[in-house]
């Protein structure tokens, strides 16, 4: 029988489109074996989405089950409080280990939030640097997404981000072998959070050359640019590719090396598979397995994410516990806010009532019962010039911005978002049922103006700590090496006794 504290190993990907992957029924070629089998045994969410289409505003959303204007998570530079308690003080203070290996984006100066352990740095910068300006909206910074990715896409040898993966799937699979070792009995939650596919389009060949040319399917949706929506020209111009097109070789060479990238996602979710089975935690362990955005990869001739197309917005999502839930499919929308209530609902605890939450548990959707059918998203970065909110409950997606017309689509008959109802006659009582829930749910005015007051004071700050000596936010993984390996303060024969697993 599995414990009543499970151990948690949740698995992140970044910028992983759900609707190309086999295990949402994506019809493409993409080789996943290691995460189709855990979907196979497992829960899987088909309509799984983020609450904000961009990586830190997504990320501080889902470990504190807030949208992102109830903490401050305005864009990749925002604050993320010290006092805002996320899954991992929870489960810390239900008596788990709580450990992150790899991405969480955290800006400012508490780089921990919850966790007891962060076994590496992170890869993005923890300061206000990349701040949105809304007081010069046709200002494009020079660290803003650029077409580069896609341009210079193909096969690597080595880069940034793979030095970055590989460490953190060595340290995390160090983590689960000490875990073994040394607190068989205590429960764990780790969380493994990796920066492929992201982009640069760049892979090694082994994962390149799993995909052939001939059987890269191009982007399906072509929309000429005069003809898109507001937001989508404005990232357009966000990302370099107003007024031009790019050549079919470099999109598929960008959409080979993606996949690439998802196939090399897979290979490490395999090596924590079978460091779990090693080490005889499988039965004991929930995995799951999500994500903080998408990829829009070339169609309606966008790129990387920033919007709430389904490709942008949405997620996979699996929790993978046979030994608690019965393999299923999940159609309703559910978002990766409800991760948090559901980690503490699995570890045996309870919400505290008294403080903000905006997610819910999925427990009802894993037991099979009739769980909730509804997302609500908030985008404040880039290319954006005032709050783009979202709302996706049954078939339909509402998109609204005080400053663009809205956008209605049914999912259900125009899964491509390619009709936009929101001027049809016969949707004019849906449309104003969404546009009034809209105005209840927001003070847009109001925060328009926190988003505007929060950039002034961050860039302002940084400008300031960019003088003088520099004082670094980024996390620093401390390593004590007197307790690594041979010392001659430690007992050599008790030494290679507690190292080995099984001990003999």
């Known amino acids: 029988m599995p414990q009543q504290r499970p151990n948690i190993l949740f698995i992140m990907a970044d910028q992983m489109a759900a609707p190309l992957l086999p295990i949402h029924g994506g019809n493409t070629p993409i080789k996943m074996p290691h995460l189709s089998r855990l979907a196979a045994s497992g829960v899987v969410f088909d309509s799984a989405y983020c609450n904000s289409p961009l990586c830190a505003p997504s990320r501080f959303s889902l470990v504190s089950g807030q949208l992102p204007s109830k903490i401050g998570a305005y864009d990749n530079a925002a604050d993320f409080p010290a006092d805002v308690p996320t899954y991992a003080h929870y489960l810390r203070r239900l008596g788990y280990r709580t450990a992150l290996s790899g991405k969480m984006h955290f800006c400012g100066p508490d780089q921990l939030h919850g966790y007891e352990e962060r076994l590496t740095s992170d890869i993005y910068p923890a300061d206000y640097g990349w701040?949105?300006?809304?007081?010069?909206?046709d200002v494009r910074p020079s660290w803003y997404h650029n077409m580069s990715s896609v341009l210079q896409a193909g096969t690597c040898v080595r880069t940034n981000q793979l030095d970055f993966d590989e460490e953190v799937v060595h340290k995390a699979n160090q983590y689960l072998f000490d875990h073994a070792r040394n607190t068989p009995g205590k429960p764990f939650c780790l969380t493994v959070s990796m920066t492929h596919p992201h982009d640069p389009y760049a892979i090694p060949a082994e994962f390149y050359y799993l995909y052939r040319d001939d059987e890269i399917p191009m982007p399906r949706i072509a929309i000429p640019q005069d003809r898109q929506d507001p937001h989508s020209q404005r990232l357009l111009k966000v990302i370099d590719l107003w007024g031009q097109t790019m050549p079919a070789d470099a999109i598929r060479k960008a959409r080979r090396a993606y996949f690439g990238a998802c196939s090399y996602i897979d290979s490490n979710?395999?090596?924590?598979?079978?460091?779990?089975?090693?080490?005889g935690l499988s039965d004991d362990t929930v995995i799951v397995f999500s994500g903080d955005h998408g990829d829009m990869l070339g169609e309606r001739g966008?790129?990387?994410?920033?919007?709430?197309?389904?490709?942008?917005?949405?997620?996979?999502?699996?929790?993978?516990?046979?030994?608690?839930?019965?393999?299923?499919?999940?159609?309703q929308s559910v978002s990766t806010i409800d991760l948090l209530p559901t980690f503490v609902e699995l570890a045996g605890g309870h919400i505290d009532a008294s403080l903000p939450l905006d997610g819910r548990s999925l427990l009802p959707h894993l037991q099979g019962a009739q769980g909730h059918d509804e997302v609500i998203g908030e985008y404040m970065a880039e290319a954006s010039n005032a709050p783009l909110v979202m709302l996706r409950r049954g078939r339909y997606k509402f998109i609204h911005s005080s400053q663009d017309p809205d956008l209605l689509f049914d999912l259900q008959a125009d899964p491509d978002e390619m009709e936009n109802l929101a001027a049809d006659p016969q949707h004019q009582a849906v449309l104003a049922s969404?546009?009034?829930?809209?105005?209840?749910?927001?003070?847009?005015?109001?925060?328009?103006?926190q988003v505007l007051a929060s950039q002034r004071r961050r860039r302002l700050v940084y400008d300031a700590l960019t003088k003088g000596k520099l004082h670094s936010w980024d996390h620093q993984p401390m390593v004590d090496a007197s307790q690594q390996y041979?010392?001659?303060?430690?007992?050599?024969?008790?030494?290679?006794r507690r190292a080995r697993f099984p001990r003999p």
């Open 269 to 279: 979710i395999g090596k924590l598979v079978k460091t779990l089975e090693a080490c």
């Open 302 to 331: 966008l790129w990387y994410k920033m919007h709430w197309f389904e490709g942008a917005a949405r997620v996979p999502m699996v929790i993978h516990a046979p030994g608690r839930f019965a393999p299923r499919k999940v159609a």
């Open 131 to 137: 701040t949105v300006n809304w007081d010069e909206p």
């Open 486 to 496: 041979m010392r001659n303060h430690i007992d050599l024969d008790d030494l290679e």
């Open 434 to 449: 969404f546009i009034e829930e809209a105005k209840t749910r927001w003070d847009m005015p109001a925060v328009h103006a």
